[in-house]
């Protein structure tokens, strides 16, 4: 399933004294199988940006496109893009309101009116593919630490079956651990399943790690867009727009600078290491 967007504009409030354009004019196309991260600083467009995808939002010009068809002519193509391109908000803990981690999972399947058959069926593979354990299904949501209420909301997500996956800063307020967790499950989503993810994130180092392709998003406007390898070797244009690069990235110049062989495509510390060890091993010299 491929998305496109065509000169995408958003204007809140407009024809007011309020109005205030937060995307201008933004055009990109996202292939069936990849990991984009979308990055920006506070205010450069990137929520109000993916909250378009699936139409919560509707452009004020422009357009987007799934699988050939502009998803806001009319509503029934709207209904299927929201099966299709599912959003995961930041903090979506907040939205369960279950008695159990079941029905939570399961309310997005049963308003599709399926059988109780399938919605179990829906529930299961979510729970087992987001990491939530059989054994907490019937749990209340609320018992569970935070977390496992995220893989929860995930799940629910995910019990629709969509096609892509766009999730708003998914470690936000995580623990190194829970970041590690989550990320890893991340990976595991694409890889295995095959999912197309869009991850809107603040974190340099862990779009690196993760994305294929990278967006960058500025003052509303879409500023950059490539591999990993060449958005963060414009280290200069990143840090005027109020960005930076990834640490083992800043890390890794410094030893080239000191005549240290390190590969450009260094942007993790696990592969600054390997790279370090490699040079190590070869025994080049350096000055």
């Known amino acids: 399933m491929s998305i496109e967007v065509k000169n995408l504009t958003h204007t809140y409030m407009p024809d007011t004294p309020y109005s205030s354009t937060a995307v201008r004019n933004v055009s990109f196309t996202v292939e069936d199988g990849e990991f984009v991260g979308l990055i920006g600083h506070t205010g450069s467009g990137k929520s109000t940006l993916v909250q378009h995808l699936n139409g919560l939002l509707r452009p004020t010009s422009g357009s987007v496109w799934i699988n050939g068809r502009d998803i806001n002519e009319n509503k029934a193509d709207l209904r299927r ?3 299709q391109v599912g959003l995961v908000f930041q903090y979506p803990e907040y939205q369960l309101f279950e008695e159990t ?21 829906r ?31 995930i799940a629910g997500v995910l019990a629709m079956r969509p096609s892509t996956l766009v999730l708003d800063e998914p470690a936000a307020g995580l623990d190194p651990r829970g970041r590690a967790e989550m990320f890893a499950f991340l990976k595991e989503l694409h890889e295995k399943e095959r999912i197309t993810l869009i991850m809107v994130s603040h974190s340099m180092g862990d779009v690196a790690k993760l994305c294929s392709r990278v967006l ?42 000191h005549g240290f062989g390190i590969p450009q495509d260094v942007w993790s510390i696990e592969w600054l290491a390997r790279a370090l060890l490699n040079e190590w091993k070869g025994g080049a010299a350096v000055d």
């Open 216 to 257: 960058v998003m500025n003052r509303g406007e879409l500023a950059m867009d490539g591999t990993p390898t060449e958005i963060f070797s414009e280290s200069e244009k990143l840090r005027e727009m109020g960005l930076g690069i990834p640490q083992a990235a800043e890390l890794a110049q410094i030893l080239r600078d």
């Open 101 to 121: 981690v079941r029905k939570d999972i399961g309310f997005g399947p049963r308003n599709l009116g399926l059988s109780e058959a399938e919605i179990a069926e």
């Open 123 to 153: 529930v299961a593979w979510a729970a087992r593919l987001s990491g939530v354990a059989e054994d907490r299904l019937e749990k209340s949501p609320f018992e569970l630490s935070g977390g496992q209420k995220r893989r929860v909301a």
């Open 81 to 83: 893009v929201r099966f």
